[in-house]
C-alpha cells in the first residue's frame, strides 16, 4: 500500500473495527446551551482534523529540499489545537455569564472535569512524539558539499538535516531541527491550548448556592470532546513522525565483496536499522488509527444528538435554570 493513502485506508479499517466497541465515547448534556455548540464542535471539527491529516499525507511531494514535510507531519495536531483555541474563544464570549445574585468564581485545576485515564493516555503519546522528534533532531549533522548523499538527494543544503549512514559511508537527509521543529511547536500549542482551555472552563463563574449535576455534567462532556480531539491530532501526528523516521532509516546499501565469493554483495543498514521496519509501518498503522478515532468522535457526536433529540425535555430546577444563566 502507498504510504501516502495509509491514513485514510487504515483510518477506515480501523474505523469499522471499532464497532467492535459499540458504546460512544462522546456523550452531550441533556439540556442547556452547550449542546448546539458541542455538536458543532464533535463533528466538525474532528472531520477537519481528520480531514487535514489524510489530505497532507496523500499530497506530499516527492522531497527536494530535505525538509519537505516538516510542516505537512504536525498538521493534524495544529489543527487539532486550532479547532480547540477557537472553540474556547467562542465559549468564552458565547456563553457568557449574566448577572446573578451571590456569583463565585472557583479556583479549580485545569483537569478538574477531565478523564484520567484520557489524560494519562494523551500524556503518553506527547511524550513518544517527543520523543521521537528530539531523537530525530539531535541524530542530525551537516554535511560537506561534495559529500556522498544516498537514497533520496535532495538539493544540497547546509542546514543539519543530514543523519551519518552507517559511520562514514555516506549521508542521508531528513533529520535535524528543520525537519521537527514545527513538530515541537505544534506539541506545545496544544499542551497549552488544552490546559488553558480546561482551566477557563473549570473556573467559570458559578452561583455559591451549589454546584448542580448539570452543571458539572455539562463541563465534563465539554473537557472530554475537547481532549479527544486533541488526543486524536496527536496520535495522526505521532504516526507521521514515525513513518517518516522508519522511511529513511531503512536505507540499506550493498557492497561488492569477491572476499567471499564472485559478486557476492554485501548489505549494511544504517543507524537504527533493526526499528526502522516497525518505525515506517508501524506509523501507518498509528496514523490509522488516529483517523479511526477522529472518526468515531464524529459520528458519536451525531449518535449522541439524535438520541438526544429523541428523549423527552426534563423540565429544569431552580438551580439549573441559575447555571443556564451563568452559561449563556
Known amino acids: 500500500m502507498s504510504p501516502l493513502l495509509a491514513p485514510a485506508v487504515f483510518g477506515l479499517f480501523f474505523f469499522v473495527l471499532s464497532w467492535m466497541y459499540p458504546r460512544r465515547i462522546v456523550s452531550l448534556p441533556d439540556s442547556g446551551p452547550r449542546v448546539s455548540f458541542l455538536v458543532r464542535v464533535g463533528i466538525a471539527g474532528s472531520l477537519v482534523v481528520a480531514f487535514i491529516g489524510c489530505a497532507v499525507n496523500a499530497t506530499t511531494p516527492a522531497d527536494m529540499t530535505g525538509f519537505e514535510g516538516w510542516w505537512r507531519r504536525p498538521a493534524a495536531l495544529f489543527t487539532a489545537a486550532l479547532v480547540v483555541a477557537v472553540s474556547a474563544i467562542i465559549l468564552r464570549f458565547e456563553l457568557r455569564p449574566t448577572a446573578a445574585p451571590a456569583v463565585i468564581a472557583p479556583r479549580r485545576p485545569w483537569n478538574t472535569f477531565t478523564s484520567r ?35 533520496n ?34 506539541l506545545g500549542f496544544a499542551v497549552l491550548v488544552l490546559v488553558m482551555t480546561l482551566r477557563a472552563d473549570a473556573n467559570r463563574p458559578l452561583p455559591d448556592r451549589g454546584f448542580s449535576t448539570a452543571a458539572r455534567s455539562a463541563r465534563e462532556m465539554t473537557a472530554r470532546l475537547f481532549a479527544l480531539l486533541i488526543l486524536g491530532g496527536l496520535i495522526v501526528t505521532l504516526g507521521a513522525v514515525w513513518m517518516h523516521a522508519g522511511e529513511i ?6 557492497i561488492n565483496d569477491d572476499y567471499v565469493s564472485k559478486d557476492h554483495l554485501v548489505t549494511f543498514g544504517g543507524s537504527y536499522d533493526m526499528i526502522a521496519f516497525p518505525l515506517n509501518y508501524g506509523g501507518r498503522l498509528v496514523q490509522g488509527l488516529g483517523v479511526a478515532l477522529l472518526l468515531r468522535i464524529a459520528v458519536d457526536t451525531g449518535r449522541a444528538a439524535a438520541r438526544r433529540r429523541q428523549q423527552p425535555t426534563t423540565p429544569p430546577t431552580a438551580t439549573d435554570d441559575l447555571f443556564a444563566g451563568l452559561e449563556r
Open 117 to 151: 485515564p484520557l489524560v494519562w493516555v494523551s500524556g503518553i503519546i506527547a511524550s513518544l512524539l517527543a520523543l521521537t522528534a528530539v531523537w530525530q533532531t539531535v541524530i542530525a549533522t551537516t554535511a560537506p558539499e561534495d559529500g556522498q548523499f544516498l537514497g
Open 153 to 186: 538527494v535532495p538539493a544540497y543544503s547546509p542546514l543539519p538535516i543530514y543523519m551519518m549512514f552507517n559511520g562514514q559511508f555516506g549521508y542521508i537527509a531528513g533529520v535535524g531541527w528543520p525537519n521537527n521543529l514545527a513538530t515541537l511547536a505544534a
Open 249 to 254: 532509516g531503512q536505507m540499506k546499501i550493498a
